[in-house]
């Protein structure tokens, strides 16, 4: 098949993440059906490296970055008018909130260019998101007024969907996770691989151990502070537990002066970035993920390939992801039904191993050979409609 359609997508962050592997995955099954796929981002990285190595062009663009200086995003504007003066792209797929600037900027060049928009969460729309009200309403405006601009708005949970349209952010939308659909299931490393270079990597002895983990950006939204609270350091001495946080982020220095102001130094442990982090999910006997929101998290679906117990937040997301799993998921917030829901996973094993199972079975949605037209897999009937 061959055809003419130029598909730009945008991100602003260009490392390892969640929106960039949807992103690197959506350009990768465009340019399978034929289509001339590049990449922008805000910084190299994860998705310049991954991009290039699938033959996808890559554009690093100076000024997009995660940032609420008028000047910053003035000269983004500028940066993405330049960008399509060059370039002729009939579609644009915009997959984070401070990249929407170029949405005006096609509109001024590319009268004819459709423009599609991915919810991956409602990041500053968010109840969660924890900014003043006044700046939250001034960001929301800015926000409503360039998602004017968009021909489609795409959305991967029902309850964001829903904030989104009672708030008036938007008017309609559609629930979609063809970004999030895989042609084969992950390969993992072995549990006892996995397991080993956990050991080496902070250089204990970890046989008769309980790895408790958690792979994410070390920011607010992750709610690791949450989980440095919520622990109980009795608990984990006594059932041989560890706690593994692997990621970098803007709150890596305080959460690690927070582990040892609460006594955690020998038993919580922040590693930073592990390259292909999650691969080595069969190394965690449970998974953690404490969010405060969520659009629909990647490396919970990878848990789910992995056949890996977890505990998370019930916040809509999760629950969604989970399929409402009770026994996964806490009461956002609360360090009692945290505490309880661990001890609970912790002591049995019985239990972990049918959760495992089941999510097991759970991870055959996200399997392109296992959907349907209500998982909005990938076609080029619905392809073209955005071209």
């Given amino acids: 098949m061959n055809n003419n359609g ?49 033959g996808i062009p890559f554009i690093k663009l100076r000024f997009l970055k995660r940032s609420k200086n008028p000047l910053t995003n003035l000269l983004y504007f500028v940066e993405a008018l330049l960008l399509f003066k060059k370039n002729s792209f009939n579609s644009i797929h915009i997959y984070s909130p401070n990249a929407l600037v170029a949405a005006l900027a096609a509109r001024l060049l590319r009268k004819e260019c459709q423009i599609r928009f991915t919810f991956g969460g409602l990041s500053i729309l968010d109840p969660m998101y ?10 929301t405006t800015i926000y409503r007024m360039l998602l004017l601009l968009v021909d489609e708005y795409i959305f991967e949970n029902h309850s964001n969907k829903s904030v989104a349209i009672r708030e008036g952010i938007v008017s309609h939308g559609t629930v979609d996770i063809s970004h999030l659909i895989v042609e084969e299931k992950p390969r993992f490393y072995s549990t006892t691989k996995a397991k080993n270079f956990f050991a080496n990597l902070l250089g204990i002895d970890l046989t008769q151990t309980h790895i408790i983990g958690s792979i994410g950006r070390l920011s607010l939204q992750k709610n690791y502070s949450f989980l440095i609270h919520a622990l109980d350091y009795s608990f984990l001495r006594e059932k041989r537990c560890v706690v593994l946080i692997i ?3 803007p709150e890596f220095k305080a959460l690690v002066t927070e582990s040892h102001t609460k006594g955690f130094k020998d038993m919580l442990f922040f590693p930073g970035i592990v390259e292909e982090g999650w691969r080595y999910l069969l190394g965690f006997d449970l998974f953690v993920l404490p969010s405060l929101y969520e659009g629909r998290a990647n490396v919970l679906i990878e848990c789910l390939f992995a056949g890996v117990p977890v505990i998370a ?75």
Avoid at 25 to 47: E, M, P
Avoid at 130 to 139: E, F, N, Q, Y
């Fill in 6 to 54: 130029k598909i730009l997508f945008v991100v602003t962050l260009g490392g390892v993440g969640g929106a960039q592997k949807n992103v690197l995955r959506s350009a990768i099954n465009y340019k399978n059906l034929g289509y001339t796929a590049t990449i922008a981002a805000g910084a190299r990285g994860y998705l310049q490296e991954n991009a290039e190595a699938f």
């Fill in 247 to 249: 990621g970098d982020g």
């Fill in 130 to 139: 924890g900014i003043h009200p006044i700046t939250r309403r001034i960001l």
């Fill in 313 to 387: 937040s019930n916040i809509p997301s999760n629950a969604e992801t989970l399929q409402n799993s009770t026994e996964q998921l806490f009461s956002l917030q609360d360090q009692n039904d945290f505490r309880n829901k661990l001890k609970n996973l912790i002591e049995n094993q019985t239990l972990r191993e049918t959760l495992a199972k089941d999510n097991l079975k759970l991870s055959e949605i996200y399997l392109k050979a296992n959907t349907d037209r209500n998982t909005a897999s990938i076609t080029e009937r619905n392809v073209s409609k955005f071209i």
